[in-house]
């Protein structure tokens, strides 16, 4: 059965010491309340080395914000699995649609980097998602079929168990529009059903699909009411302490 996992995604936000500030807060709070969800930070590069070493032994994992695919090579700027691994993450969101649309991923790369974290034991956390233009000409369905399909490439079924489906509508992301828990629900089942036909459905059932779109603390009792919801992956609300707690103390 597929766990419940509450990840934050920071993107280019916090210094290391507003990070290792935030983290004591985080580890005091959780220190009060038995929380049953998977909890995971990706900070900015910068802040992982030292968030690692405050969320030792906790029951917060971290993870990178993306990665290089290559092991290793004249790549100014990058990162590859075998850094990320050293530095203390244990997942990697991969595919975003700020990557996709920023700095043009294609579903191509994007598996070239589910493959190679793959290889360093790092779980990926893969975003699939279609933009308003798509919703609204009805293709919602093909696009995150050919997104899926195309991501998963030649990833073996050993393998799928190890990799968290993201799903973040585009046009819900930073704009303070949320999908309906109902939409969200349709469209994890889909997925479920399309990861179902192409592993089997005992381990398409392990698999956890999370949500990412405008999360916050007013929105996460309905959406992970909904039994196909097994998380969400929050941006802007996870910046803030009280407000990223709320979320983790859901329900």
């Known amino acids: 059965m597929a766990g419940t996992i509450i990840a934050a995604n920071w993107k280019m936000n916090k210094t290391t010491g507003e990070a290792v500030e935030f983290d004591r807060g985080l580890r005091n709070a959780l220190l009060k309340r038995q929380v049953t969800a998977a909890i995971v930070i990706a900070p900015p590069f910068t802040s992982i080395g030292a968030l690692a070493a405050e969320f030792k032994d906790s029951k917060v994992f971290l993870a990178a914000q993306n990665m290089h695919q290559a092991a290793a090579g004249a790549f100014t700027g990058e990162i590859s699995g075998?850094?990320?691994?050293?530095a203390g993450c244990r997942y990697c969101i991969i595919g975003?649609?700020?990557?996709r649309r920023l700095f043009g991923e294609d579903n191509t790369l994007i598996n070239a980097k589910i493959t190679a974290a793959l290889n360093y034991g790092l779980m990926p956390i893969f975003c699939i998602g279609e933009t308003l233009a798509e919703?609204?000409?009805g293709i919602t369905l093909i696009v995150l079929t050919k997104q899926l399909k195309e991501g998963l490439n030649k990833v073996p079924v050993d393998d799928i168990k190890k990799i968290e489906?993201?799903?973040?509508?585009?046009w819900a992301i930073g704009t303070g529009l949320t999908a309906t828990p109902g939409q969200v629900q349709e469209v994890h089942l889909f997925i479920r059903n399309l990861l179902s036909e192409m592993y089997g459905e005992k381990e398409a059932a392990g698999i956890s699909i999370i949500y990412g779109g405008s999360v916050t603390a007013a929105n996460i009792d309905s959406l992970l009411a909904k039994q196909e919801i097994n998380g969400v992956l929050v941006g802007s609300a996870s910046l803030d302490l009280a407000s990223f707690l709320a979320i983790v103390n859901y329900g």
Not at 82 to 86: E, F, H, K, P, V
Not at 165 to 170: K, M, N, T
């Open 135 to 137: 919703r609204e000409a």
């Open 165 to 170: 489906i993201a799903y973040e509508p585009v």
């Open 82 to 86: 075998a850094m990320i691994l050293d």
């Open 96 to 99: 975003h649609s700020e990557r």
